[in-house]
Each structure stands twice: as structure tokens, then as C-alpha cells.
């Protein structure tokens, strides 16, 4: 299953591409330290100052925001976002095949609108219909977004369920990979739920790894070979699980 990449231009992305991505952590400050020291990430005020959530910027360009976990039932998380011209449609279409929208459509200011939804194996992803943010400012570098992994149980539900919501990305002709799926038991226990993995690049997949222990962090998954790279799973310092990619051929 491949999503189509947009260019790197400041404008919105085409629905169905990865457009930006969060970490809900409890504790913010603390990710600030840590993802700064490993990806070179600066930070500055995100779409609610007062809410205390900041966007990550590499070399000036926001790459991903850090927000506050409101609920300590909730988990700690990387959550990727896909990219609509409308929410409220994208919302109503996810419920009709079969998904489930777990919070509705809400407006950000003249930032754009967010959205919260699950597939049919309760794999969570979120929706962004862009205002005068369009997502990525940079991605498929070094301290940015490279890829997002669906580790899924049933193949077949998932690839109808996005085939479905994102035919023109999936199958277009300028279709270009930027997230795919693969089998739970692969990497993971066979007994972890569905979930969206969000990777970053790097430049030395052995070398982060020393810096992910140092910083507080720990590795899920040793490198491994994949069809888009060498990747490593790892977890920071506050538990939310991402995996650093060593992009070839690109």
C-alpha cells in the first residue's frame, strides 16, 4: 500500500498524504530536552500558546508539535496526521467505512482543523483540513518526518478501509510512497494493538541509538532492514514509541 507525496511547497498537502505529526507526553518541557538534543529540534509557540503545546522546528521549519496529555488514562503517543480539503467530509466518509471518528472536527484558530479517528482495527490517525498552517514544513530528512508504519492484524481490512478514504493518493498516477503496512507480529509482540509507527530520519541509525539510552530513552527493536530503509524502534524518555529511519536511495 503506498500514499502519494506531495512537494515540499508551502501549500496544503493532497488528501490523503501524511502532513504533520504530535506527541501527546505528559510532560512537555521535558520532550522539549529531548528531542531537541537528538534531532537538533528548536521550539516555540504552537497553536495555543495558553495550553502550553509548542512546535518542534528543524533548521526554522515546523516539522512536529509537542502537546500536553490532558488524561493520564490516555497513552503517550506520536499520532501522524492526513491531510483533507474537509474534516467534516473526511469525518463522515471514515464512519461510513467502517472507521470511527473520536473527536469531531475542531477549529484551531486560523491555523486549520483537526480531527481524531481510528480504522476498523482501532489503528488511531488524525485529519488536518489546513488554514495558514499546512503541515510539514520540511520532511524525508535528517530530524524530520520520513515515513509512517501501519502495523496491522487484518491486511485486507485495512488496505479497503484507506483505499477507500484515499483512492486518488493511493492510486493516482504521481503516487510515491510515504506510508505502508505490515504485519503486528513482524516487529511487535503479536498481542500490541493495531497502531500508526511515525519515523524520523537520521543520518546513523547505530549512532541515535546511543543518544535515544543516553537521553532517558530505550530501544523496542534493534535495526532492522526494510523495503524504505534501516530503521530502529525506539521509546523516549516519557514512553512514546517512534522509530528513527535511515532513508536509502533517496
Known amino acids: 500500500m503506498a500514499v502519494s507525496r506531495a512537494s515540499d511547497a508551502t ?10 505529526v504530535d506527541a501527546q507526553l505528559p510532560d512537555v518541557e521535558a520532550g522539549r530536552r529531548f528531542y531537541g538534543e537528538l534531532f537538533g529540534w528548536t521550539f516555540g509557540e504552537g497553536f495555543e500558546p495558553h495550553q502550553e503545546g509548542v512546535w518542534a522546528r528543524h533548521h526554522g521549519e515546523p516539522v512536529a508539535a509537542l502537546t500536553p496529555k490532558r488524561d493520564g488514562r490516555m497513552p503517550t503517543v506520536w499520532t501522524v496526521s492526513f491531510a483533507t480539503p474537509d474534516a467534516a467530509a473526511l ?3 471514515i464512519q461510513a467505512a467502517g472507521g470511527q471518528v473520536i473527536t469531531a472536527p475542531t477549529r484551531l484558530g486560523p491555523y486549520g482543523t483537526t480531527a481524531l479517528a481510528t ?3 482501532g489503528g488511531v490517525f ?10 510539514f514544513g520540511k520532511r ?12 496491522a492484524r487484518d491486511p485486507e481490512t485495512v488496505d479497503r478501509f484507506y483505499g477507500t478514504l484515499f483512492h486518488e493518493a ?3 498516477p504521481d503516487a510515491s510512497p510515504d506510508f505502508g503496512r505490515a504485519p503486528v507480529s513482524g516487529v511487535f509482540p503479536a498481542e500490541m494493538p493495531p497502531h500508526f509507527l511515525v519515523h524520523f530520519g537520521v543520518e546513523d541509525v547505530d549512532a541515535v541509538l546511543g543518544t535515544v539510552n543516553r537521553l ?4 523496542q527493536a534493534s535495526p532492522f532492514d526494510t523495503s524504505y530503509g534501516r530503521a ?9 514509541s517512534f522509530a528513527v529511519l535511515e532513508v536509502r536511495g533517496r
Open 119 to 121: 480504522d476498523p482495527e
Open 11 to 20: 501549500h496544503a498537502y493532497p488528501e490523503g498524504v501524511p502532513c504533520w
Open 216 to 219: 532517558g530513552g530505550r530501544v
Open 232 to 240: 530502529a524502534v525506539v521509546t523516549d524518555n516519557q514512553g512514546a
Open 126 to 135: 488524525g485529519l488536518w483540513q489546513a488554514g495558514t498552517h499546512p503541515g
Open 91 to 93: 469525518a463522515a466518509r
Open 140 to 151: 524525508h530528512e535528517p530530524g524530520s518526518f520520513c515515513w509512517a508504519e501501519l502495523y
Open 170 to 172: 493511493l492510486f493516482g
